[in-house]
């Protein structure tokens, strides 16, 4: 199938689209980024150099994805995201004579979200942290810290309040005291144990 790319996009050399992809209008992707098979970059969304994205990852319009982001296969980026890589920015030199670099550096960290998780409208997402397989970031949250797999993370600064199956149904909101128990997602029937907010799966999909 063939990659479908918008009259409008900008993409620049040594950037490698997968079949069957598709580049929506006024988008802008970077040198040296990777993209794989059966996505889709929303309108007006913006994808910095050697970003790697995996197979049938959605991301929506108006996202901005910065140096050193890994995006795992089947994730999705709502609407409005913002990515960061570097917790201290300066636009210039401690003299002000001189901008800074907007080259990787020391000081560019990096941010992975695995395979499976969502990412909801309006986000923001720290760096050195990631987002765990099939969590899901609630909308217009400020993420500062990594996020486990299967949590259902919301807030300023978001926190874990639950967790949700692979098919993106809630399981439960977790309780105040610890606990162990095992689960049946209500909608698809795949089965967790879970035990003080550490989520396993029993039954994962071949």
């Not at 959605?58 to 140096?67: G, H, M, P």
């Not at 098919?167 to 095992?182: I, N, T, Y």
Request: with cysteine; aromatic share 6%.
């Amino acid at each position: 199938m063939a990659v479908r790319i918008h009259p409008t996009a900008l993409v620049e050399d040594n950037v490698t689209i997968g079949e069957g992809t598709s580049v929506w209008d006024s988008v802008h992707i970077r040198h040296s980024t990777q993209i794989g098979e059966d996505c889709i970059i929303g309108e007006k969304s913006y994808i910095a150099y050697a970003v790697k994205i995996g197979n049938r990852v959605k991301i929506n319009s108006f996202v901005y994805i910065c140096n050193a982001v890994t995006i795992e296969d089947g994730v999705m980026i709502s609407a409005g995201t913002i990515f960061t890589n570097d917790r201290f920015p300066r636009a210039a030199t401690v003299d002000l004579q001189q901008l800074r670099s907007s080259d990787a550096d020391e000081h560019t960290l990096p941010t992975l979200v695995q395979a499976g998780a969502t990412i909801g409208a309006g986000c923001t997402i720290g760096n050195d942290l990631s987002i765990g397989r099939f969590a899901m970031v609630g909308m217009g949250s400020l993420v500062t810290k990594s996020i486990p797999d299967f949590h259902l993370a919301i807030g300023h600064p978001a926190r874990s309040v639950g967790c949700v199956c692979r098919c993106g149904q809630l399981l439960m909101r977790f309780p105040d005291a610890d606990f162990e128990m095992q689960i049946d997602c209500p909608s698809c029937g795949l089965k967790y144990a879970i035990k003080n907010q550490e989520v396993h799966e029993l039954t994962p999909p071949t």
